[in-house]
C-alpha cells in the first residue's frame, strides 16, 4: 500500500502564483519517478485557499497534514500582518507532528507563531533588517539558501521554492529521487548560498548620525588605508564608544563593514570589468591580493573565479 504524504499548500493573497503551481506540479513528477523506481510513497497535495482557513471549521483537523507550505508573498502588509485563523492553523498543525516550511518572505507569518523562537532561520536578503528587528528572539542566517530544522523549514529567495521542494523530496523519500527529478528538471541539486546572490546595502537610517559620518567616510575612501581610531576621530568618540555604537547601528564591528563595503565593490567590478582580480584587490584597498580573496571567500562563500564564472 502507497504510504501518502499530505501537504497543504496555502494559496493566500497575493501568493507567488509559480510556486503555489510549480510546487505542486514538481511533487507530481517527484510521485512519477518515486513510483518508477519502486517506491512506495506518494505526494497529495492540496492547496488551500485562505477563504477556506477563515470560514471552514473541518480545515483545523490538523491530522491530514504531513507538510504545511508557505509559498513566496509579494504583499508585505499581508505577511507582516497575517490573519489569527492562518497562524493557529500552523501552530496547531505543528503541534499534531506537522513539518512547517517557509519559503522567502512567508518566513514572517511563520515567526508570527512563535515557533522561530531562540531558533534559526531565513529569508530573503532585502528583508534581513526588517525580520531582525521584527522579531529579534529568531536567530536570522541571511547567507543561507536554506535551512532545514527537521520540523521546521526555511527557505531564502523568491525562487527559494525550488530548493524547498527538492528539500521535501529528499526528506519524505529519498535523496536519489530528488537527484533523478533534478536531472529532469535539468537544475542543480549541489549545495547553494544565498550570501552568493545578495549584494551589501548599508543602510544609514539607523539615526546614529555620528556612525552615518563614519559610514560616509567608509564610502568615500573604502580604497584607502582606514583604521578604527580614524573612525572613532571622525564621530568625536573613544574607540571603545565607536566600537559599540557602531555594531549597534550597523550590525557590524568597523573592520568587518569596511571588508563588505570593498568586497561588494569588488563584486561590481568582477561583474562590469575586465580587470584581473590583483588588479581589483588593488583598487579597493588590499595591497595582498592572498588576503582579499580569503576575506572574499568568507563573505561570499565563492572564490573570485567560481563568482566569475557563475555570474559573468
Known amino acids: 500500500m502507497t504510504n501518502k504524504i499530505n501537504i497543504a499548500l496555502i494559496d493566500y493573497p497575493q501568493a507567488l502564483q509559480s510556486a503555489v503551481h510549480g510546487l505542486a506540479e514538481l511533487f507530481t513528477m517527484a510521485n512519477k519517478i518515486a513510483k518508477a523506481q519502486l517506491f512506495d510513497s506518494a505526494f497529495v497535495v492540496n492547496t488551500i485557499q485562505q477563504k477556506q482557513i477563515l470560514t471552514d471549521p473541518d480545515i483545523n483537523n490538523q491530522q491530514q497534514?504531513?507538510?504545511?507550505?508557505?509559498?513566496?508573498?509579494?504583499?508585505?502588509?499581508?505577511?507582516?500582518?497575517?490573519?489569527?485563523?492562518?497562524?493557529?492553523?500552523l501552530k496547531n498543525a505543528h503541534q499534531s507532528g506537522a513539518i512547517l516550511c517557509s519559503a522567502c518572505a512567508s518566513a514572517f507569518t511563520l515567526a508570527h507563531t512563535g515557533l522561530l523562537d531562540n531558533r534559526t532561520a531565513t529569508t530573503h536578503w532585502q528583508l534581513a533588517e526588517k525580520f531582525s528587528t521584527t522579531f529579534p528572539q529568531v536567530k536570522l542566517n541571511i547567507e543561507s539558501l536554506l535551512i532545514n530544522d527537521g520540523d521546521i523549514i526555511c527557505a531564502g529567495g523568491l525562487m527559494s521554492w525550488l530548493d524547498l521542494g527538492l528539500e521535501i523530496v529528499a526528506q519524505c523519500m529519498k535523496p536519489h529521487i530528488m537527484r533523478s527529478l533534478g536531472k529532469l528538471l535539468l537544475v542543480d541539486t549541489g549545495k547553494?548560498?544565498?550570501r552568493y546572490y545578495g549584494s551589501f546595502t548599508p543602510f544609514f537610517n539607523h539615526g546614529d548620525k555620528a556612525i552615518v559620518n563614519a559610514q560616509h567616510h567608509i564610502q568615500a575612501n573604502f580604497h584607502q588605508p582606514i583604521s578604527v581610531g580614524e573612525l572613532a576621530k571622525i564621530a568625536f568618540m573613544s574607540e571603545r564608544t565607536l566600537l559599540r555604537h557602531f555594531t549597534h547601528a550597523t550590525s557590524?564591528?568597523?573592520m568587518q563593514y569596511?571588508?563588505?563595503?570593498?568586497?561588494?565593490?569588488?563584486?561590481e567590478l568582477l561583474e562590469a570589468s575586465k580587470q584581473s582580480f590583483e588588479q581589483i584587490s588593488a583598487s579597493v584597498g588590499y595591497d595582498d591580493v592572498n588576503s582579499f580573496r580569503k576575506v572574499f571567500i568568507k563573505v561570499i562563500g565563492l572564490s573570485p573565479s567560481a563568482f566569475k564564472a557563475r555570474f559573468v
Request: proline share 12%; hydrophobic share 35%; glycine share 0%.
Open 192 to 194: 547553494r548560498e544565498q
Open 252 to 254: 557590524l564591528k568597523p
Open 258 to 267: 569596511i571588508q563588505r563595503v570593498r568586497v561588494q565593490k569588488a563584486c
Open 65 to 89: 497534514f504531513d507538510l504545511i507550505i508557505l509559498p513566496p508573498n509579494s504583499n508585505e502588509d499581508y505577511f507582516q500582518q497575517p490573519p489569527e485563523e492562518l497562524i493557529l492553523l
